[in-house]
């Protein structure tokens, strides 16, 4: 099993930034990517962005050049910095982990963090 601590999030304004950190542990080997989706109330969960084990990076249409993702190999550890934050990024966050197996894959998903754009 993979376990993660997902911290950061909480509230901001529109136009403010926050920063999202997960950090994986476990069974952490064969991770192939490690990414944040999120879900708005009453929508379906949605990529934000993803980031491979190469530094390949992956991002919704909705974030690109607001939101940067990153990670940390030897941590295990990914980040989302969120800059020019709109009222439609108000969500549950979830940090996700892929690990590549010998048939197929299997994600892995942390608990959540909420974040509120408000003015």
């Known amino acids: 099993q993979v376990q993660f601590v997902e911290s950061g999030g909480g509230l901001a304004q529109p136009g403010g930034s926050l920063s999202l950190s997960c950090a994986a542990s476990g069974s952490v080997y064969n991770i192939g990517s490690m990414g944040w989706y999120r879900q708005a109330p009453g929508k379906q969960r949605e990529l934000v962005a993803t980031?491979?084990?190469?530094?390949?990076?992956n991002y919704a249409d909705s974030v690109k050049g607001r939101f940067t993702i990153s990670g940390d190999n030897a941590k295990n550890t990914v980040y989302l910095q969120m800059n020019n934050l709109k009222p439609e990024d108000t969500a549950d966050y979830y940090c996700n982990a892929v690990r590549l197996m010998a048939r197929g894959s299997r994600a892995y998903w942390g608990q959540g963090t909420q974040v509120t754009v408000s003015s």
């Open positions: 980031i491979t084990s190469d530094g390949t990076t």
